[in-house]
């Protein structure tokens, strides 16, 4: 089925066959089981790629600080953001119900990065690390939106939900692996950015100047540049 999984389309033909018998079906370990956790770096048993083929019922759950933020069936994917290199952590984490881990097909990352370091597949690169970020993204994107989730921007601390809404609404959302650049000198910006978890760090010719974060310790403003 990876011939047709929506994430590898229109990806090179000779990259999917060549993985395609990589693709192992993941043993089932009879209990509900969390397969990735979130914060963790790839090892061990969380070193794949996982998916689902188009046609499994069991629906698995995708964990956002320990709560269930989406239920996905047939044709997903899970571990992307670190398998293509947008994180080098798990976003999420991953739960599985009892009996339905069969449910998942594996490709180990170490053979999945070994092609693409082939200039064969050096767009392919590019379209999937897209992918992989466009599919985190959306995720949080949608969570943060439901109406039960707190939306914690210390700048409107004590602003209406509805403002907060619409400001995420607004906003496009982008994730960041550590140590990538957010913004370079000199380059043209047409908005603001907040960074909402995590922190970064603004430097003048390798000097840092000012350190973006939303923690109690720094004032309101600090999570906002430009």
């Known amino acids: 089925f990876l011939q047709e999984h929506p994430f590898f389309q229109d990806t090179n033909p000779s990259l999917r066959e060549r993985l395609a ?6 043993s089932d370990g009879g209990s509900s089981e969390e397969i990735l956790k979130q914060g963790h770096e790839p090892a061990g048993s969380m070193d794949y790629l996982f998916l689902t083929a188009p046609d499994v019922n069991a629906k698995v759950e995708v964990l956002f600080d320990g709560k269930t933020i989406a239920t996905l069936g047939g044709s997903s994917i899970f571990g992307q953001e670190v398998v293509f290199g947008v994180t080098k952590k798990f976003m ?4 599985v119900p009892a009996g339905a881990a069969g449910a998942l097909w594996v490709i180990p990352r170490s053979v999945i990065q070994s092609l693409l370091q082939r200039d064969t597949y050096r767009l392919d690169v590019a379209v999937l690390r897209e992918r992989a970020h466009s599919s985190a993204v959306a995720l949080l994107h949608s969570w943060f939106l439901q109406p039960t989730t707190n939306i914690r921007l210390r700048l ?3 602003a209406a939900r509805d403002f907060k809404t619409a400001l995420v609404e607004a906003s496009e959302l982008s994730v960041y692996a550590e140590g990538a650049s957010i913004q370079h000198r000199n380059e043209f910006q047409e908005s603001c950015f907040c960074v909402f978890r995590g922190e970064a760090s603004a430097s003048i010719d390798g000097r840092s100047v000012a350190r973006l974060s939303q923690a109690p310790t720094m004032c309101s403003w600090a999570a906002w540049w430009g």
């Open 92 to 95: 999420f984490g991953i739960r």
């Open 156 to 158: 409107f601390e004590n």
């Open 21 to 26: 018998p990589q693709l192992v079906k993941r």
